[in-house]
Each structure stands twice: as C-alpha cells, then as structure tokens.
C-alpha cells in the first residue's frame, strides 16, 4: 500500500472549498437577484395600473331603473374629427306660416368647416372638467333648477313628483333614438334651418343629462357640439352661421347660443366659452330700445316671438355663471318690454299690448325664468291659457288648433306656476302628445296651423317636431320650480 498524502495545511484546505462554492455562491446570487426583479415589476405594475372605471348612471340614456350609488366616472375621451359639411347644398324653399305675424324659418347655407375645433387635448381636459364637478354626486356643480336632469334616479324621482308616467320617459328615449339615427354625418340636423334644428336637438339630449360621455348618446351630442363649435367660431360667435343675420337667422342665432349655453353649464368645457361669450354679445347688441328683439336684429321694433329664444340664451348663459357683461341689465330691459306686450286678460301680445293665446307661455315662462316668482305676470298669464285651453284652444294633436310651438312654451309656464295651473295642463298634454309618437320615434304632422316649419312632411319638420315633443316630455325634470338661480 502507498503511503497516504500528508494532510494540507489548514490555510490550504480553506482555499480548494472556497473554490469548489464559488459556483454555487455564484449561483444562489443569481436567483436572488432574479426572485427580488420579478417581485419589483410585479409591485411596480400593481402601483401604475390605471384602476378600472365604469360610467356613471348620471348620464346613462337607456336604463331607467333605480340604480345603486354611480362608480366613478369614465373620462376616457372619444376624439372626433368634425367633418366638411356639404358645399353644394340645395336651395330650399323659404318656411312660412299661415300667420304672417309668427315666425318664419329661412334656409341658411352652412359655409364649410375649415377648422376643427376639437383636439385631443382639449376634448380629454374637457371631459377631465366634467368628472369632476359631477363625480361629487349626481347634479354637483349645476343650477338647483338643472339638477333634476342629472341621472335615471333624479329623473324618476322628479317625474313621480310632478305626475309623470313612465310610458313619458320611455317616448322621450324613443325620440332621442330617433334623433342619433337622423343625425347628419357632420354631426348637425336637417337640411334646412340646420343651426336651430341643430341647437334645439342638442338641448333634448342635455335635457335628458346626456353629455360626450354618455354610454348611449355620447357620440351624437359630442358631434352636434363639435359642429356648432367650429362654425360658431368661424362666423365669430353668429350662431346662424352666416356673416350677417338674416330676418330667420336671430332664430337660428338664439336657438342656438341656448343650446351651447345649457352645455357649458353642464360640461364645463372650456373650448364653448369665447364662441359662448361672442353670441350673447351679439344678443346684448341686438336687444333694441323697448327691451326686445326683432328680424336681423332690427331695433326700431321689437317681436315676442323672436324674444323668447333671445331670454331662454341669456338666461342659459346666466346660470353658467360665466359673469358675461351686460347680460343682467340686458334680462332687466327685457322683463320691461314683456311687461309693455300684456293684454288686458292676461295675456301676451306680438308687437303691442294683445291677448294671444300663442305667445302667452312666452311671456310666462320668460318672466318666471329671470324674475322667479309668481307676480301678476305670471299667474294672470297662466290662468288665461288654462281658461283658453279649456274653452276653445283644447291639446288635441290631430285638432285644428294643435300647436306645438305655443305648448312647448305653455308646458314649462305651467310647471314653474305649479297647483291647480300645473295639474290641469299635465293632464291635457302628456297622454295627448305620448299616444302620438310614431313608431320610428318622431311626431307626425299635427292638426293644426303650426308655426315656422311645424306642419312640413319633410325638411326641418320632422326634426322641428320631434324636438318640441321631447322638450315637452323633459318638463318634470329638465327645469326644477325654484327661487334660486
């Protein structure tokens, strides 16, 4: 046998196992370093992930069900480039009216859009602004009298209130379903009178608490704003979108501006408020010696007619709390012109002193809406157009003197009265105007004589139509009775 090897020194043998574990050393290190990278992307992943929103029941058209408490809200923005409207569109005939004395719609040729307004910055800050103000709960950040609109619970809750039925709320969803699948490509309304048909389509979605963002209506509304945006601005704030206006256009003009006005209020997006601020001056301007208005802004006379849409844009532009100059004292002059119009039954007149049962909620509803209070002016006026109706002005649809234009007004006058005023006018109109509704969503030709284009088939009709009936069934919760602004 071999004599074995003398042991190594001490010193020696420490360094053969060291070098034998520098591989294992090496690789326990490794996975250690391994294990902490994975664990830091996974905590650093949980930390930026944005959280999962969904929509709030706030602006939500299609489920009128009672929900639980909104999640926050989705502002994920729905980018919109605004197309070219037509440039070879064609003449129209003028819209007249069996009166010669009530108002007439002319066609207004849309200029094209050179401009998009609406950027990918501004649409996200603006729907960013939204989220705010309404993620404080349902209504946050609105009038008191606008809140009402805010939500399928708001809305149920005011309809129970006010004598509302639920088949009302089921024909408005009909009709606002009609209004997006009659939606021109540019995002505006109708081949005729395209700014008012336009303006008064977008405030039955804003009165149903429809914004850019609603699951439902989202997409219509955003595309009407960004049409009315971008050729406000290129015609410097003259929502007819012309460069003068015409006898038709302080229609299409105030129709208009309430519209853009009801929005801002809403949405704050701050991409509406210079155009805002421009069309009511161009009101302020226009408002002529005695407080009124006339065609092409005339000022040696003043209209009742052309008036109201004039009020409903200031008073729009009032609750936007925008502190616009002038529109105060413009609203004061205003209420004295109304006061100059009244007829000795109670009633409001077209030019002078008259009673005429058209024009009447006109003079009711714009009193109540600056002054609010029930003073003589109002509670005179509502009590004329209950005893008419009740005589010889009935709410019959398919009637003779079915008017939609009088009862869009009539229908707010009575619900800002209230009592017996309210009770018996709800009564009158909402199955009268419900059972009617088409199948498709809109309202045929009525009865009667109709104003501007009421009773035309075709054209601005069917959109004039459906719009007023929508405004009407909104009533119980698109404007709250109240003595606050």
Known sequence: ????????????????????SRFFTFSLLLHIVIVLFCGSVVLIKKVMDAPDFEASDGLIGGDE????????????????????????????????????????????AVAPVVKAVATDSSMTKALSEAAKTMGKGLGAGLPGSMSGRMGGSARRAAMMAKGGKDKSEQAVLKGLRWLVANQNEDGSWSNENRP??????????????????????????????????????KNEGRMNMAKAFSQSGVYEHGIATYALGEYYTMSKDERAVDILKQAIKHIIDGQGPDGGWMY????????????????????????????????????????????????????????????RYSLTGVGVLCTYFWKQKKDDMVTDGMKFIIDRMKSNEPVKYAGPSADLYAWYYHTQAALMVGGSAWTTWNKAFQDEIVDNQSPDGSWPVTGGKGHGPENKPGGAGPVYRTTLCILMLEVYYRYMPSTKS
């Not at 052309?306 to 532009?317: D, E, N």
Request: charged letters at 15%; proline letters at 10%.
């Open 1 to 20: 046998m071999d004599n074995p090897e003398p042991p190594l020194p001490v010193i020696k043998r420490m360094q053969v196992r060291l070098a034998a």
């Open 65 to 108: 069900t009672v929900a639980a408490p909104p999640a926050p809200m989705d502002v994920t923005p729905q980018v919109f480039a605004p197309t070219t409207p037509e440039l070879n569109a064609p003449q129209l005939p003028t819209i007249t009216t069996i009166n010669t004395q009530t108002p007439v719609f002319q066609v207004i």
């Open 196 to 233: 008012a048909m336009t303006g008064l389509a977008l405030l039955s979605f804003l009165g149903h608490g429809e914004l850019p963002n609603s699951p439902e209506f989202g997409g219509a509304v955003e595309k009407a704003v960004n049409w009315l945006l971008t050729n406000g601005q």
């Open 296 to 355: 092409s802004f005339d000022k040696t006379r003043s209209d009742t007619s052309v008036s109201g849409w004039q009020i409903q844009a200031l008073k729009a532009a009032h609750l936007s709390n925008l502190e616009i100059p002038g529109v105060s004292e413009t609203m004061d002059k205003a209420i004295v012109n109304l006061k100059r119009v009244r007829g000795k039954q109670g009633g409001f007149g077209y030019r002078g002193p008259e009673d």
